[in-house]
């Protein structure tokens, strides 16, 4: 079924998870549809340090990478931390994604064929990277203190840098988040968005004032930020879908006032 944007609604078993239009690698924006998690973690929890039964969160890891038709062994998950680091990885030296990770880090990259990248989100934007010419995946968190230290910029820079990735080859997809309708801020948050772009037409994109409060826009700054990066704006896709408003559909951290699983944006170099 297609969204909007281009975003599709996959079903496999009692799963569901999105895909993006433009990303060729193995990949899915997973919901809280599907799975075997009881609760406040019903169904599909993909977080492990939430308080979830670790039993549950395993099988759910199973269940998503065998939709992906990929192995949950080769799954890499750092300890997400809303910082800046994005690493380059390999398998070798990481835990299971169940387990606590070795290393802190908002953005993941690598070229290792088979292996698996994931990212945590319930509210923050996931962004997903793949560079099909140089074989090359990346998996961002960008919640507003990431994107105000421009991961998503630096994931590209990483790519660039590590695997020779050419900005204007990679494809990213910006998944479901907060949309600017729910994601009310104080001046703080909003002025962090302000401080990333001097121009008023992206100014006006990032953050909105009305009243005495502010809705700042994670897809349009991402956006923005991929762009001057050097990614191309057609190579950019983009969810319509807000957590808070699905909140029946995805893990909102504001909708659930903190008590719930999370959902993950996963990628695999083909
Ligand atoms: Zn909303």
């Excluded at 989100?121 to 998996?139: E, M, S, W, Y």
């Amino acid at each position: 079924m297609d969204l909007g944007c281009g975003f599709t609604e996959n079903r496999s078993g009692g799963l569901v998870y999105m895909t993006a239009p433009n990303i060729v690698a193995p990949h899915a924006f997973t919901t809280r549809l599907g799975g075997v998690s009881c609760g406040i973690y019903a169904s599909l929890n993909l977080g492990a340090a939430s308080g979830d039964s670790r039993g549950n969160v395993e099988a759910n890891y199973v269940a998503i990478c065998g939709a992906l038709g990929i192995c949950a062994d080769n799954l890499v998950r750092a300890n997400q931390v809303h910082g800046s680091t994005v690493l380059a990885v390999t398998r070798a030296g990481w835990t299971a994604p169940t387990d606590r990770a070795p290393h802190d880090a908002d953005g993941l990259v690598t070229a290792e064929r088979g292996t698996a990248l994931a990212v945590l989100v319930a509210d923050c934007a996931p962004i997903l990277l793949h560079d099909p010419v140089r074989g090359a995946v990346g998996a961002v968190h960008a919640g507003w203190r990431s994107t105000a230290a421009d991961i998503a910029g630096a994931a590209a820079a990483k790519m660039a840098l590590e695997f020779g990735c050419a900005p204007a080859n990679i494809l990213a997809a910006i998944g479901p988040c907060i949309s600017q309708c729910c994601f009310e801020t104080g001046s703080d948050v909003a002025e962090a968005m302000f401080a990333l772009f001097s121009a008023p037409h992206e100014r006006e994109r990032v953050a909105r004032r009305q009243g005495g409060k502010y809705f700042v826009d994670l897809k349009a700054a991402n956006t923005l930020l991929l762009e001057r990066a050097g990614l191309r704006a057609e190579n950019i896709s983009v969810s319509d879908e807000c957590t808070r408003c699905g909140g029946d559909k995805y893990w909102s951290h504001r909708a659930t006032q903190g008590h719930r699983g999370s959902q993950a944006a996963i990628i695999a170099v083909p």
